[in-house]
């Protein structure tokens, strides 16, 4: 059985940092694309950021320069370290798997989602 757990959200005031990891299990991911979404509430899920197989990045505009994602293979495990945050990055953080060669930035190119963890920041 397939599963991607995300932890290390939390609460963190304006200009800290935090950051997070999902563990996959049950399949090797090291074939995959990974990628981070966020979901605030009443708002449509969100890409922050994706990685290849390869370690090649891409980040949406307005995250990109504060936040940075990394994989360890051997640990099947991705991470998204974000820094300077603020207020409006509050939401649900949820990390997804892909089979396609590239990091898309719709949520139609992952087979596999965790279930997401809280990050919450205020002002």
């Known amino acids: 059985q397939v599963q991607l757990v995300e932890s290390g959200g939390g609460l963190v005031q304006a200009g800290g940092s935090l950051r997070l990891s999902c563990v996959a299990s049950?399949?090797?991911?090291?074939?995959?694309?990974m990628a981070w979404f966020r979901q605030a509430p009443g708002k449509e899920r969100e890409f922050v950021g994706g990685?290849?197989?390869?370690?090649?990045?891409t980040y949406s505009t307005s995250m990109k320069g504060r936040f940075t994602i990394s994989r360890d293979n051997a640990k099947n495990t991705v991470y998204l370290q974000m820094n300077t945050l603020k207020s409006e990055d509050t939401a649900v953080y949820l990390c997804?798997?892909?089979?396609?060669?590239?990091?898309?930035?719709?949520?139609?190119?992952?087979?596999?989602w965790g279930q997401g963890t809280q990050v919450t920041v205020s002002s």
């Open positions: 049950g399949y090797t991911f090291s074939g995959d694309v």
């Open positions: 997804a798997a892909g089979s396609s060669s590239v990091a898309t930035r719709t949520t139609r190119g992952y087979r596999y």
């Open positions: 990685i290849g197989r390869t370690g090649d990045t």
